[in-house]
């Protein structure tokens, strides 16, 4: 299983905070974000930041292994 974090304006668009995506040999972080995008259609068009395993990531192409956790957030602003 792959864990799968949302945070700020990202899990609010997911209505949820957290969610598992089941393992499959070969597949991507493209692969999750095509997956639970077409469940959730725009939410990911607001992420600016993606993590696996605690580790910022760019390549969208790269292989994940079971029991890894991604974090998808978008920018924060305050003040």
Same mark, same amino acid.
């Given at each position: 299983m792959i864990t799968v974090l949302f945070f700020g304006p990202v899990a609010d668009r997911m209505q949820t905070r957290e969610?598992? %995506?089941e393992f499959t040999q070969g597949m991507t972080l493209h692969d999750v974000i095509a997956h639970l995008g077409a469940q959730n259609p725009g939410a990911f068009s607001i992420v600016s930041f993606i993590a696996v395993n605690q580790n +910022? %990531?760019? @390549?969208?192409?790269?292989?994940? +292994? @079971?029991? @890894?956790?991604?974090?998808f957030m978008a920018k924060f602003s305050g003040g």
């Open positions: 969610t598992q %995506v +910022q %990531v760019h @390549d969208k192409q790269m292989a994940l +292994q @079971d029991n @890894d956790e991604i974090a």
